[in-house]
């Protein structure tokens, strides 16, 4: 009897180890699905806004008191394994395993600068080809890219018309 339970052990434990090694085989390339504007404004007032404007493209904006800065990024990634819930893997199994309540998408992605445009004296953003590692979390109502929360906010078709107007100057 303490054999057959011993081997049923192991046969469950190979599942398990099967099931987790398989999933972290596949992988989706990152793609954005919609057009959405998000807001946060912080305890001096800006207001940083995040345009995605294409399937691998993204604005930011940060607007404070008349000062203003737009940057282009084109993101690389693939969206993180959901092993099933709320489990996703980030990282390195198991070391990378998180649990994100609510999350609607989940993407480990490589951000890339590639342009900046403003009217300030010196640019808080980095220099041009300066590349970040990221996690992106999509919620229903909101973004969060490296822990920075980020509201989805209702634009109009005309505004989103003019940021993809300017979008196509940064490229």
Do not use: W
Not at 4 to 30: A, D, Q, Y
Not at 51 to 76: M, P, Q
Not at 79 to 85: H, L, S, V, W
């Amino acid at each position: 009897m303490q054999k057959t339970l011993r081997k049923i052990g192991v046969v469950l434990l190979f599942i398990f180890i099967g099931f987790f090694g398989f999933k972290s085989c596949i992988s989706t390339v990152l793609s954005f699905d919609e057009k959405n504007v998000y807001e946060k404004i912080n305890t001096t007032g800006q207001i940083d806004r995040i345009f995605i404007v294409s399937t691998n493209d993204i604005i930011f904006s940060k607007n404070l008191e008349g000062t203003y800065e737009l940057a282009h990024f084109h993101i690389r990634g693939e969206y993180a394994t959901n092993y099933f819930g709320q489990l996703y893997n980030v990282g390195t199994f198991p070391f990378g395993l998180r649990i994100y309540p609510n999350a609607k998408d989940v993407y480990l992605s490589e951000m890339e600068l590639t342009n900046k445009y403003g009217n300030v004296t010196q640019s808080t953003f980095d220099e041009i080809e300066t590349k970040y590692n990221s996690v992106i979390i999509i919620y229903n109502d909101a973004i969060k890219i490296n822990d920075e929360l980020y509201n989805q906010i209702e634009f109009s078709e005309e505004d989103i018309n003019r940021m993809l107007d300017l979008f196509e100057i940064l490229k």
